[in-house]
């Protein structure tokens, strides 16, 4: 009777739990590391839960907490919050520029940049403004959250620390900035837009170490395990020790590249997209090519890990997921107009913004999902070309043309 009694006691308090919280997505790129990697699992195919008209273009990406999704409009200089489950609105908030970056979740608060040369904090459950700051320059970087202080570029010439309770200066260095710092151990890394990388002590700026790669960063770094990748835009993919600035391998993307490294902590690979409109999967430690997907139309924006998908989006409109164990393609959707923001993923949702005025909210369906064939590997052609099924829809146009000629004469 007492065990039976004990087991009922377990089951109730087991039921009155509450269920386990979603692997939130606070930051750009998902965390502070940069990883775009969730613990959540979304398997494809996906489909429209909702979509939102936001009132301009959305170029910043969507990050997720406590049930909403937080983003902006650009031209439109607002940033808002919707509910997650059917984007119903729940706040806004207006500025008076442009906001291009992603914004930062932190305790309950959102830190954001905007052109109006400030930097943001906001109560994300109201949308208060709680202190804003001004660093004299507009920001695509998008802000980091590490170390009790906020970190991020400006177009002026100047890398800003902000105290994050205050919002006061804590330190500066002089660089123009339009990728998104990463913080790991006790440095945060900065990716110059001349091609200089910094790895700085969070606590006073000081230069640990730094890389001149000769060319321009638009991809931001991404920190795993001791190591850090990056981009250039020319296409150069590398990897760093961390600590020492060493470097460990490189890897020649053929194509150029804004987008940030995505890390999969199930299998260590890193994968990254080019304007080529290939994606990529290399062995994080050796550099070695696991893969080579298909054409999937330039590619901009950073993709995301979800159990054995990963998600990206192409410039001309193009969401896809690709099995990471060999990028065979498992689902696409046409969102008909341009996206350069990268998706985000959680509580059983993936958010994307796109240029054309709109953010969507993705959720499975219950039809299993079956792969396309996948190149390959490495025998990619060197510059872009049309895609071969471009060719044949082309030559069937034709031929349909040719056959309704000859059946009129």
């Known amino acids: 009777m007492k065990r039976a009694l004990s087991l009922f006691i377990i089951i109730l308090l087991a039921l009155s739990m509450p269920a386990a919280m979603a692997d939130s ?57 919707v509910d997650i489950k059917n984007g119903a ?17 932190y305790d309950g608060n959102i830190i954001f940049g905007s052109y109006d040369g400030n930097v943001y904090k906001l109560d994300a459950t109201t949308g208060d403004l709680i202190w804003k700051s001004f660093v004299n320059g507009g920001m695509y970087s998008s802000p980091l959250i590490y170390k009790d202080h906020v970190y991020t570029g400006t177009d002026s010439d100047r890398f ?3 105290d994050l309770d205050s919002g006061k200066i804590s330190w500066t260095i002089d660089g123009v900035t339009q990728s998104s710092p990463a913080g790991w151990g006790d440095k945060v890394y900065a990716a110059m837009f001349d091609g200089e990388l910094y790895a700085l002590n969070a606590n006073d700026g000081s230069v640990a170490w730094s890389y001149d790669s000769g060319d321009v960063f638009h991809s931001s770094p991404m920190v795993w ?17 961390a600590n020492t600035g060493d ?23 890193v994968y990254i997209g080019t304007y080529g409109g290939y994606v990529h999967a290399l062995d994080a430690n050796t550099g070695s090519l696991k893969w080579v997907s ?30 990471t164990n060999d990028g065979s393609c498992l689902w696409t959707y046409e969102l008909g107009s341009e996206v350069f923001a990268s998706p985000a993923i959680s509580d059983g949702y993936m958010i994307i ?7 969507y909210g993705f ?4 039809i299993e999902s079956t792969a396309a064939p996948v190149m390959d590997g490495p025998d990619i052609p060197a510059r872009a070309t049309t895609p071969s099924t471009d060719i044949l829809v082309c030559l069937l146009i034709l031929t349909t043309i040719v056959l309704i000629i000859r059946k009129r004469e």
């Open 89 to 105: 609105p729940v706040w806004s908030f207006a500025t008076d520029g442009y906001i291009e970056s992603t914004a930062a979740i």
């Open 247 to 269: 470097m460990i391998w490189e890897y020649d993307l053929k194509y150029r590249t804004d987008a940030t490294p995505t890390m999969d902590e199930n299998t260590n690979t």
């Open 353 to 359: 913004g796109t240029l054309g005025n709109k953010i």
């Open 294 to 323: 298909d054409f999937y139309g330039p590619i901009y924006s950073t993709s995301a890990v979800s159990g054995d998908a990963l998600y990206g989006s192409s410039q001309d409109g193009k969401l896809f997921s690709l099995r």
């Open 25 to 81: 997505w606070t930051q750009a790129k998902k965390d502070a590391q940069h990883t775009s990697y969730t613990e959540d699992i979304l398997k494809p195919p996906l489909k429209v839960a909702w979509s939102k008209e936001v009132g301009g273009q959305s170029v910043a990406s969507p990050v997720i907490w406590n049930d909403m999704v937080f983003s902006s409009n650009g031209a439109g200089k607002k940033i808002f919050a």
């Open 363 to 366: 959720i499975e369906t219950d």
């Open 160 to 162: 800003y620390a902000l």
């Open 225 to 241: 395990n001791g190591k850090l990748y990056i981009a250039t835009r020319s296409g150069t993919l590398y990897s760093f020790d």
